[in-house]
């Protein structure tokens, strides 16, 4: 399991459906992990029933169903159409020896979707977000610096949108924390210092974007390392940048946009009052 994992808030709400301390869950994820690797490497869990998965990791036969559907609550699981059950985001979860696997036999993962490139066209398709090194004087960065401002803001173009997608529910005290604990995870370091009230909100509906899981994490991470890795140095607005790094890497990966993510967040009145402090 990753470092980044084993404090993951889906693994403390899983715990908590399951009436389980952190730990038990953890140790379960983990070997819930362990028998994919070894018997299901592309993350087609599926093919096994709720009963074999449970045995497999020593969880009560008789309570599978309600393990099964305690990991697609948390979204440690999700559903599918093709093969019942897949391992959420298994491609980024997986070890490389079971990438190396899979590439040595030619095969992919279940729960990663590749366009599909015309023979001989000398194309080939993106994987996975990179790094970017984004000028700050480049209309791409302009561009989304405006998306970001008008996103804080709530412009007209995101009430719109808003109309469009799912609105996350953030109404639990469990919320509030959980929001709170990622956004610290995330952006408690010395860049995001001097930030404005409304970066502050926007770093809190990232963090709340990750702990429902309508964000991967490999996007913040992306974010995040060019911000470090910038020639150059350290750019000027730190926050302005790492959205536009982030709405690149989703636009991307296929992803829904970063305007219509943020319009489904509308964090609670206890984290967008003047007195929370996101990062110091």
């Not at 020896?97 to 279940?110: C, I, R």
Request: glycine share 6%.
């Amino acid at each position: 399991m990753k470092r980044t994992g084993i404090d993951h808030p889906k693994l403390r709400r899983l715990g908590r459906l399951l009436e389980l301390p952190h730990y038990a869950a953890v140790g379960l994820m983990e070997s819930l992990w362990h028998f994919t690797a070894r018997h299901a490497i592309r993350g087609d869990v599926g093919k096994w029933s709720d009963e074999e998965i449970a045995d497999a990791i020593d969880w009560p036969t008789e309570r599978a169903e309600e393990f099964v559907e305690a990991l697609i609550q948390t979204r440690l699981l999700d559903r599918d159409d093709e093969y019942r059950l897949v391992i959420h985001d298994w491609h980024d979860h997986a070890d490389d020896s079971v990438k190396k696997t899979l590439k040595k036999h030619g095969w992919g993962f279940a729960t990663q979707k590749v366009a599909t490139v015309p023979e001989n066209s000398g194309t080939v398709p993106e994987r996975s977000g990179k790094v970017a090194n984004v000028p700050e004087d480049s209309p791409k960065f302009r561009n989304v610096l405006d998306s970001h401002s008008q996103s804080l803001s709530h412009s007209q173009s995101l009430e719109d949108e808003s109309s469009r997608v799912d609105h996350l529910d953030l109404s639990s005290k469990d919320s509030e924390v959980e929001i709170l604990d990622c956004a610290k995870r995330l952006f408690t370091k010395p860049v995001f210092k001097n930030k404005t009230p409304e970066d502050r909100e926007f770093l809190l509906k990232i963090a709340a974007l990750r702990v429902q899981d309508r964000i991967p994490e490999g996007c913040v991470q992306d974010g995040l390392e060019a911000i470090r890795r910038r020639s150059g140095g350290l750019p000027t607005k730190p926050v302005a940048y790492l959205t536009t790094v982030m709405a690149k890497w989703l636009e991307d990966n296929g992803k829904e946009t970063l305007p219509r993510l943020l319009a489904g967040v509308e964090l609670p009145v206890g984290l967008v009052k003047p007195k929370v402090v996101v990062a110091a």
